[in-house]
């Protein structure tokens, strides 16, 4: 009977302590929740201490949410400091998002002096768009000297572009020496891309001696593709003494292979000789 009795008691107990321990889980749960604004909060089973932990979080994360111009905050929470110390933000924000040209800049904010450094501001940021040529450049706004300046620059920009064969090179702006200058760099980029091979090359373009150059450029790759097997390799462009070492090399490269059994191996290239001395492959 007291066995009986301390089973009973056991069991009690352990269920006691499980019912105990998931409300002590539900319990925080729900403190997590609340401390992090979260809808499924249970207010009504927090502790006196509890509440006053969330009421401060709610208060920190609104004054965040007004920091951050969020639609959430409400400025009626805050306190008469809180409150001077967003406005000083905003202020300060607004300040920095029109010196950067921003669409968020509420102009009708700014001081005078405040106005007159983003009138600054903007001259600086047009002149800039202006001389590198990206973005909205507004000419009529420049000062005869900047104007200088932007065309000096848009002239260079031009010769640069014409030199190195971009896009937006203009020819018809550019002086006479500028003209031979970038004639010179076509000239001795279509020469380097013969040489190396590259399909900008135009042949009717180089000089006797440029051709002669080109043409031994070209015959050492194709001498290299036929020696590496290369499917660009022209067989009919070697000499008879290039095809001849070639074939010599590729003799001995079937006789080899036939002999050691690995590799492609054509037996009918053999010479009788050669064939002879080949054990036959037993299967």
């Given at each position: 009977?007291?066995?009986?009795?301390?089973?009973?008691?056991?069991?009690?107990c352990f269920s006691l302590c499980c019912v105990m321990a998931?409300?002590?889980?539900?319990?925080?749960?729900?403190?997590?929740?609340?401390?992090?604004?979260?809808?499924?909060?249970?207010?009504?089973?927090?502790t006196a201490a509890q509440s006053v932990e969330v009421a401060r979080a709610d208060h920190r994360r609104d004054i965040l949410n007004?920091?951050?111009?969020?639609?959430?905050?409400?400025?009626?929470?805050?306190?008469?400091?809180?409150?001077?110390?967003?406005?000083?933000?905003?202020?300060?924000?607004?300040?920095?998002?029109?010196?950067?040209?921003?669409?968020?800049?509420?102009r009708s904010k700014l001081t005078q002096s405040e106005a007159a450094e983003m009138a600054v501001a903007d001259h600086q940021r047009n002149l800039a768009a202006c001389k590198d040529g990206i973005g909205a450049c507004d000419r009529s706004i420049l000062t005869l000297v900047e104007i200088g300046e932007v065309n000096a620059v848009t002239h260079q920009r031009n010769v640069s572009d014409c030199n190195i064969d971009a896009g937006l090179c203009d020819h018809s702006k550019l002086t006479p020496s500028e003209?031979?200058?970038?004639?010179?760099?076509?000239?001795?980029?279509?020469?380097?891309?013969?040489?190396?091979?590259?399909?900008?090359?135009?042949?009717?373009?180089?000089?006797?001696?440029?051709?002669?150059?080109?043409?031994?450029a070209e015959h050492r790759r194709n001498l290299s593709a036929c020696r590496s097997g290369e499917d660009t390799c022209d067989y009919s462009k070697l000499t008879p003494p290039e095809a001849k070492v070639l074939a010599d090399a590729e003799h001995?490269?079937?006789y080899?292979?036939?002999?050691?059994?690995?590799?492609?191996?054509?037996?009918?290239?053999?010479?009788?000789?050669e064939a002879r001395s080949i054990r036959p492959v037993r299967r």
């Open positions: 009977m007291k066995s009986k009795l301390r089973t009973l008691a056991q069991v009690v998931f409300a002590s889980s539900d319990t925080a749960q729900n403190l997590d929740a609340c401390l992090h604004g979260r809808e499924v909060c249970d207010h009504s089973t927090l007004c920091r951050n111009g969020y639609d959430s905050c409400n400025p009626s929470k805050l306190t008469g400091s809180e409150a001077t110390a967003l406005a000083v933000a905003d202020h300060q924000r607004n300040v920095s998002d029109c010196n950067d040209g921003m669409l968020s800049c509420n003209a031979r200058e970038v004639i010179a760099a076509e000239h001795q980029r279509n020469t380097q891309s013969c040489q190396n091979g590259w399909d900008e090359c135009d042949h009717s373009k180089l000089t006797p001696l440029e051709s002669i150059h080109t043409a031994s001995k490269r079937n080899a292979a036939c002999r050691q059994g690995y590799g492609y191996c054509d037996l009918s290239r053999l010479t009788a000789a």
